[in-house]
């Protein structure tokens, strides 16, 4: 790995009165996989976007194979062998595995029909030789995120000789996805494509990196090796340490506000892949933050949407009450009655409407609090947005926006308000700050422990260990649906993931 095959040097790109990168020096080896890190805002995007020609530096320059080039668009990067997987893929639902590959450059016949089968047997070909056996036949709507994430890199690689670049390629992945996503990277590394990674992921990078570049307010805060300690990743990130990005857990709590004990949920129907809770015995008081740890498909996320009504449908058996009442969760109106809120962990797909306003996708879930008589409310409405935007510091303070154009953790933000300005007594939440950057983190573990100190009870689940350990004040830990085992904030990791794999620690 010791030729250079895309580098930039001292590039500066302005918008307006905005200046998005501050001379900055980056550069990607034949074969290495090199991670790209920064918060939001941090210019790492802008950099992708210089790098793969939707941008043109305002100074500085772009080169390949160590020749000065200048994009005047996309198609010049990809005529040169740059080609990127953005975080929203440019894929078709409706169409097939093979005509997503061959979009926009289809193959035909001398008399100006599509050539199907050679488009069919090509794609076959493509797919194999990294490994993979999708169908080339199938509808895209039809394959899971993973899958989708193989067709747009085998889309990409069409263009892709001498470097790749991943925006966020993990961010909707489960563990097995993510692993089957690496042996393909490793695979193509090893062919000599050199390949920029992008991440939030910190725990990723040393599983898959040959080296990181960490950016910061525009310009390359530092460089280190993969196996450099996250402590120091994140003071590279946001500029201060890691002990500092979650507050102090509770002095004291209060009553209890869930109690579970023997807890079993009963699907009307079997679902394929879906772990009911069997056994779960667990607490929740006022003032506390419990966070539930466990391997992929232990049970988290489907004890939380059980919970919630948001599952398959089913009926509980065993002890719930909820404020001291025994409570009958059967359904999103039963819960919220007793005064349930739910984060769930695909903020696009299911807790947003990206299309609408941040305004309106705040307010919906109290549309007849702010509607009285049937009536909506302007006074009301503005004053439970202006709430929102002060209490979860949603950027830009611009309530008239489309949701999806605000950043991943702003529109965590917004998920989170959104439930919280119901008033709940306890709120559930599933994967809390998935695909969010550390300094978003930071600012939601601190409202988090805010809402706590106001007598809320949250329940968390979550995949990320640091986060269990540094923000709750228990963990409860579950396998194959039942809890398994308790343990006070700040316990090790290693005691943790033994009790989750059924190992003594």
Same mark, same amino acid.
């Given at each position: 790995?010791?030729?250079?095959?895309?580098?930039?040097?001292?590039?500066?790109?302005?918008?307006?009165?905005?200046?998005?990168?501050?001379?900055?020096?980056?550069?990607?080896?034949?074969?290495?996989?090199?991670?790209?890190?920064?918060?939001?805002?941090?210019?790492?995007?802008?950099?992708?976007?210089?790098?793969?020609?939707?941008?043109?530096?305002?100074?500085?320059?772009?080169?390949?194979?160590?020749?000065?080039?200048?994009?005047?668009?996309?198609?010049?990067?990809?005529?040169?062998?740059?080609?990127?997987?953005?975080?929203?893929?440019?894929?078709?639902?409706? &169409?097939?595995?093979?005509?997503?590959?061959?979009?926009?450059?289809?193959?035909?016949?001398?008399?100006?029909?599509?050539?199907?089968?050679?488009?069919?047997?090509?794609?076959?070909?493509?797919?194999?030789?990294?490994?993979?056996?999708?169908?080339?036949?199938?509808?895209?709507?039809?394959?899971?995120?993973?899958?989708?994430?193989?067709?747009?890199?085998?889309?990409?690689?069409?263009?892709?000789?001498?470097?790749?670049?991943?925006?966020?390629?993990?961010?909707?992945?489960?563990?097995?996805?993510?692993?089957?996503?690496?042996?393909?990277?490793?695979?193509?590394?090893?062919?000599?494509?050199?390949?920029?990674?992008?991440?939030?992921?910190?725990?990723?990078?040393?599983?898959?990196?040959?080296?990181?570049?960490?950016?910061?307010?525009?310009?390359?805060?530092?460089?280190?090796?993969?196996?450099?300690?996250?402590?120091?990743?994140?003071?590279?990130?946001?500029?201060?340490?890691?002990?500092?990005?979650?507050?102090?857990?509770?002095?004291?709590?209060?009553?209890?506000?869930?109690?579970?004990?023997?807890?079993?949920?009963?699907?009307?129907?079997?679902?394929?892949? +879906?772990?009911?809770?069997?056994?779960?015995?667990?607490?929740?008081?006022?003032?506390?933050?419990?966070?539930?740890?466990?391997?992929?498909?232990?049970?988290?996320?489907?004890?939380?949407?059980?919970?919630?009504?948001?599952?398959?449908?089913?009926? +509980?058996?065993?002890?719930?009450?909820?404020?001291?009442?025994?409570?009958?969760?059967?359904?999103?109106?039963?819960?919220?009655?007793?005064?349930?809120?739910?984060?769930?962990?695909?903020?696009?797909?299911?807790?947003?409407?990206?299309?609408?306003?941040?305004?309106?996708?705040?307010?919906?879930?109290?549309?007849?609090?702010?509607?009285?008589?049937?009536?909506?409310?302007?006074?009301?409405?503005?004053?439970?947005?202006?709430?929102?935007?002060?209490?979860?510091?949603?950027?830009?303070?611009?309530?008239?926006?489309?949701?999806?154009?605000?950043?991943?953790?702003?529109?965590?933000?917004?998920?989170?308000?959104?439930?919280?300005?119901?008033?709940?007594? &306890?709120?559930?939440?599933?994967?809390?700050?998935?695909?969010?950057?550390?300094?978003?983190?930071?600012?939601?573990?601190?409202?988090?422990?805010?809402?706590?100190?106001?007598?809320?009870?949250?329940?968390?689940?979550?995949?990320?260990?640091?986060?269990?350990?540094?923000?709750?004040?228990?963990?409860?830990?579950?396998?194959?649906?039942?809890?398994?085992?308790?343990?006070?904030?700040?316990?090790?990791?290693?005691?943790?993931?033994?009790?989750?794999?059924?190992?003594?620690?």
């Amino acid at each position: 790995m010791s030729e250079i095959v895309l580098s930039a040097k001292g590039a500066v790109k302005r918008f307006g009165g905005v200046q998005a990168l501050r001379g900055v020096d980056f550069e990607l080896k034949i074969g290495e996989i090199h991670a790209l890190l920064g918060e939001n805002g941090a210019g790492k995007s802008t950099l992708m976007n210089l790098l793969s020609g939707v941008y043109t530096p305002d100074e500085g320059e772009i080169f390949i194979d160590g020749k000065s080039v200048r994009f005047h668009g996309p198609r010049d990067a990809q005529a040169a062998g740059i080609a990127t997987i953005f975080q929203e893929l440019d894929l078709v639902p409706s &169409l097939s595995v093979a005509a997503n590959l061959f979009l926009g450059h289809e193959r035909v016949h001398p008399h100006g029909m599509l050539d199907s089968k050679a488009m069919l047997h090509e794609a076959r070909k493509r797919l194999e030789a990294i490994d993979q056996s999708i169908d080339p036949t199938q509808l895209v709507s039809e394959l899971s995120i993973g899958q989708r994430q193989v067709v747009a890199i085998v889309k990409a690689l069409s263009y892709a000789s001498k470097a790749l670049i991943m925006d966020e390629p993990t961010a909707a992945l489960t563990v097995g996805e993510v692993d089957r996503l690496f042996d393909i990277m490793r695979g193509l590394a090893s062919s000599g494509v050199g390949i920029v990674y992008i991440s939030h992921r910190l725990e990723e990078v040393p599983q898959i990196a040959h080296r990181v570049t960490v950016m910061r307010d525009g310009k390359v805060a530092g460089v280190t090796e993969p196996d450099a300690p996250q402590a120091e990743l994140v003071q590279l990130l946001v500029g201060r340490p890691l002990n500092e990005l979650y507050p102090r857990r509770a002095d004291s709590v209060g009553d209890v506000l869930l109690r579970m004990r023997q807890a079993s949920f009963h699907p009307h129907r079997a679902s394929p892949g +879906w772990q009911a809770p069997i056994s779960v015995d667990l607490d929740v008081r006022r003032g506390e933050i419990v966070g539930l740890a466990g391997v992929m498909g232990a049970g988290r996320t489907e004890l939380l949407s059980a919970l919630y009504g948001a599952g398959v449908p089913g009926y +509980w058996r065993g002890e719930i009450a909820v404020g001291g009442r025994p409570a009958k969760l059967t359904s999103i109106a039963a819960a919220r009655r007793v005064g349930l809120a739910f984060v769930t962990d695909d903020r696009r797909g299911a807790g947003l409407m990206l299309r609408m306003s941040v305004g309106l996708n705040l307010v919906m879930s109290v549309i007849r609090r702010i509607s009285p008589h049937g009536l909506l409310s302007a006074r009301r409405q503005e004053d439970a947005i202006k709430s929102s935007f002060g209490q979860f510091d949603i950027r830009p303070k611009n309530p008239a926006i489309a949701v999806g154009a605000l950043s991943g953790g702003n529109q965590q933000k917004v998920v989170l308000a959104k439930e919280v300005l119901g008033n709940p007594r &306890l709120l559930l939440l599933d994967e809390p700050t998935r695909g969010v950057d550390v300094g978003a983190k930071g600012e939601i573990y601190t409202r988090l422990r805010k809402l706590a100190s106001e007598g809320l009870g949250i329940l968390v689940a979550s995949s990320e260990m640091p986060e269990l350990i540094g923000l709750c004040d228990r963990i409860v830990v579950l396998r194959n649906g039942c809890s398994v085992a308790e343990f006070s904030g700040g316990v090790s990791e290693h005691e943790v993931l033994a009790a989750a794999n059924g190992r003594e620690a």
